[in-house]
């Protein structure tokens, strides 16, 4: 008959799981085992653990604010058509073709100039400035493109003219048939918006000039200049939902004209930016809304008579894509907003 120890039974019953305050071991054979194992750590517990680096906490993501020049910034970019000029034989060397002066609200018409009119600074992160001519090959004569940061710069007629737009911050020439490019360098301070004071207001100008006698020119040229740039703006002086109603045509179909467009309504008229292309896309247009342009539109009457017009609409019967049809008044255009009557 064999005889069982109780008391060595309950001693191995109660005994209790330890954890290691340093490497977190389960230690499971009492207080020595755990004094054994203590031993084991170079350090005691209390000085382990005054050693111990504190776990850091998770980093916040931070948030991406605006550059300060006010409450709030807004970049803006464009493509712009911002003048076609024509020339002749008879333009003669030391000609001013153009002067624009480089300021949002300067530049009429364009997406910088309608976007302007919610902010009241301005400043450029980046603009290059193209010159493409209509000229043959076989065309006589050259031209000069320049631009300089002096406000204060007063161009003087004749071969003078020549000589000061070479010598500009920034500039290139070559014959009147040649493309011209020049890229302007990004503004360090806020300018303002409104103002007659040029130094506080406008980013310097840019010239072209005639710099070799034109000939063999038939009738006239023109001299298209383009300006692709990209502002930041600054201190908005309308509400934000305000500007939420602004919409823009894509920057790919500008400028544009009006005219008809078969895949919608060969009678009714809506927007171009050349002969035989797609209408202009408006990707914010709503269904519900009269809009009103900044600038006229012209078109022609039924007689052949030139007409304009302000007032559009976006159209419910092209689904493509938002486009916008144009409505000879506002009681029109409310009408087809109400209605829907694509007669």
Known sequence: RMSLNPSKINTAMTVKSRTCPICRAVITKGKGAMKSHLGQHKAGPMQQQQKAKPMAAPKRKQQRRGRTAGNTTQGEASKDVVAIVNISNATSVGTLILHLALHPRSISGTRMYHESHLWSKWRLSRATFRAVSGAGSGTNGSYVIGWTPDNS????????????????????????????????????????????????????????????????????????????????????????????????????????????????????????????????????????????????????????EPLSTVWGVKVKAFNAYNIMGLCADKDKAKAYVDGGDEA
């Open 153 to 304: 710069f007063h161009m003087t007629m004749g071969p003078r003219a020549v000589t000061s737009v070479y010598a500009m911050q920034k500039s290139s020439d070559g014959l009147i048939s040649r493309a011209l490019t020049i890229s302007i360098p990004r503004g360090q301070e806020w300018l303002s918006l409104a103002g007659n004071d040029q130094n506080d207001t406008t980013y310097g100008g840019i010239y072209v000039v005639v710099s070799g006698a034109l000939s063999n020119l038939v009738g006239e040229v023109s001299l298209t200049f383009h300006l692709d740039w990209a502002v930041e703006f600054s201190g908005p002086t309308l509400q934000t939902q305000d500007s939420a109603d602004v919409v823009y045509a894509d920057d790919a179909y500008v400028p544009y004209f009006s005219t008809s467009y078969s895949s919608w309504n060969s009678k009714k008229l809506t927007l171009k930016s050349h002969s035989g292309g797609d209408a202009v896309p408006f990707p914010q247009l709503k269904p519900d809304v009269v809009y009103k342009c900044i600038t006229n539109i012209g078109y022609q009457g039924p007689k052949g």
